[in-house]
């Protein structure tokens, strides 16, 4: 185990390495970066014109801009340095976790990151718990009841919430409940109320909860089909399995071999991946559904620091959800050996 474990650990740093070179390489090539920004902007141009000239293979923002301001500007973003020398030096700041700072908002990126956080952690943390309690109950009871009329009515049910994007079905909800043309049910968007500081401490949690309501379900309706029909494959499969014969052919109960051997054994998939999943929650953003609902979260910073071409706020963040996700799915992969005594890794005493 504790080789498998030191393996795994020194291979995170090549593949942290090619995500970060990978995406470091493409911005270079990415037209209206921050220097043809500015330039444009002292001409008394927009951005997105220069974005827009600049995507010709020559650049053309300098031109009549002076050649020391402009090397003052290019100084200014780092610009001045050749890329393998900045490459090099994100990658020393890295190593220390110092993600730098943003060219737009002039903050720390880590800070930006937190300040963003909970509205996403709110989000995903929510969406998370929700598919869990619903879609897991619900596969059992496919898996117990297959071929039924439950079973086929609940799948059609499902690939049709699958189908429906999630910021379509946003709309729609805000249509019927946020007071579009029909019901005024829930709020429009915001995660607080206009009195929130004058509210309760229960009051301000179900105020809370009520907002996250319909961007919640906008989330989840999608996961539920995957996760509901990936129980239910895995119930299935248990149930035609020879030991579950066997324990019938000895005589005992339904209910016994359900709950002490298939429900066991059918869990190891889902709680493999649940680690990994429940950290993915954490820095859940959608894009479409944060700027539908006017949530202020890491989706809509991620969008946004692409737009402006804060490439400080892009490669910081990614560096940080990236690490996250190897380890994510390094405690998924141990996980699987601590829930199922019949893994073994490669150099590990079972």
Not at 127 to 139: H, M, R, T, W
Not at 189 to 216: C, E, F, I
Not at 219 to 247: D, H, P
Request: charged letters at 15%; one cysteine or more.
């Amino acid at each position: 185990m504790f080789y498998y474990l030191l393996k795994r650990v020194l291979l995170m740093f090549p593949t942290l390495l090619g995500v970060l070179l990978a995406t470091f390489v493409v911005i270079q090539f990415v037209p209206g970066g921050p220097v043809e920004q500015v330039m444009y902007e002292l001409k008394g141009r927009g951005s997105g014109e220069a974005a827009a000239q600049s995507s010709s293979r020559f650049y053309q923002g300098a031109k009549g801009v002076d050649a020391e301001k402009l090397a003052e500007i290019k100084a200014l973003y780092g610009f001045d340095k050749p890329a393998p020398a900045r490459f090099m030096d994100m990658l020393n700041r890295f190593a220390r976790f110092d993600l730098g700072e943003s060219w737009f908002h002039h903050a720390d990126v880590w800070s930006l990151i937190k300040s963003k956080l909970p509205v996403s952690m709110s989000i995903g943390l929510s969406s998370f718990f929700l598919a869990y309690l619903i879609a897991v109950p619900l596969g059992v009871a496919k898996a117990v009841r297959h071929g039924s009329r439950f079973d086929l009515v609940s799948t059609l049910i499902l690939m049709a919430g699958y189908a429906i994007p999630s910021f379509v079905l946003g709309v729609v909800l805000l249509v019927l409940f946020g007071g579009g043309s029909f019901w005024q049910v829930f709020p429009l968007r915001g995660l607080t109320s206009d009195n929130w500081a004058q509210l309760t401490l229960m009051g301000k949690v179900m105020d809370y909860l009520w907002h996250l309501a319909l961007p919640v379900i906008a989330m989840t309706v999608g996961s539920f089909a995957s996760l509901a029909m990936l129980t239910k494959n895995t119930f299935l499969e248990e149930i035609r399995k020879q030991y579950v014969m066997t324990a019938r052919a000895k005589g005992l109960s339904e209910r016994r071999i359900f709950w002490k051997h298939i429900f066991r054994n059918a869990l190891i998939p889902l709680l493999v991946g649940l680690p990994e999943a429940f950290l993915a929650a954490f820095f859940t953003g959608s894009i479409l559904i944060e700027t539908l609902f006017s949530l202020d979260g890491l989706g809509l910073l991620s969008y946004e620091s692409i737009l402006r071409r804060d490439y400080p706020v892009v490669l910081g963040a990614l560096y940080f959800f990236t690490l996250l996700g190897l380890i994510g799915k390094l405690v998924s992969d141990l996980c699987y050996a601590l829930v199922d005594p019949r893994v073994g890794f490669e150099g590990a005493q079972r």
